[in-house]
């Protein structure tokens, strides 16, 4: 049976309705993937994950800057093989600020020359909201020759802070040693 005239023309209104708010639902997702991936494009991770491991190196004995640097998250790989967390870090580094604290109440002076740190061959390559950094870490002691380690560490953009995911550490041996 053939239906009537005047319900074909409500049925056709209805397709194209339909039609249309799928269509225009498939537009807002390729928008929303658009407006994410220009929120990504407006984090220049070159700029600030470089800025970031500027400020770390340069605070590396704080464990506020050790909260900010590591995402809850970590994986952190050290040169020796082990594998720590970023609880493991931050308990670390709180503990050595209390016995720092409680040696200068003493007044006691810190136990040797401190070091420092610089950042070489730094590469960053941005994908999103992931970044890659590969770098040569330098350790500075007075009156020791220096360290260098490659250090590879991943970045996720979260909440609009870079924060480091994964992080692997290898020591590089000195020129002296690869030579025997």
């Known amino acids: 049976m053939k239906a009537p005239r005047h ?4 049925q056709a209104v209805a397709m194209i309705l339909l039609a249309s708010a799928l269509a225009a639902s498939g537009a807002s997702a390729q928008s929303t993937k658009f407006a994410s991936s220009a929120k990504s494009a407006a984090h220049d991770a070159k700029t600030e994950v470089a800025a970031l491991l500027t400020e770390f190196l340069s605070n590396v004995d704080s464990a506020a800057m050790h909260e900010r640097f590591w995402a809850d998250d970590l994986i952190y790989v050290g040169n020796s093989g082990s594998v720590k967390t970023k609880a493991d870090i ?11 604290a409680a040696a200068k109440k003493d007044g ?29 870490l330098v350790q500075h002691t ?17 909440d609009g802070k870079w924060q480091v995911i994964s992080w692997q550490a290898t020591k590089v041996q000195p020129v002296s040693d690869t030579k025997k």
């Not at 931050?90 to 720092?100: F, G």
């Open 7 to 10: 319900t074909k023309i409500p």
């Open 90 to 100: 931050v308990k670390s580094m709180k503990e050595s600020e209390a016995k720092d």
């Open 108 to 136: 006691k002076k810190s136990d040797g020359p401190k070091e420092t740190f610089s950042a070489e061959d730094v590469t960053i390559r941005q994908y999103g909201d992931i970044a890659v950094l590969n770098f040569r």
């Open 142 to 158: 007075v009156g020791a020759p220096d360290n260098s380690y490659r250090n590879s560490g991943v970045f996720t953009l979260r």
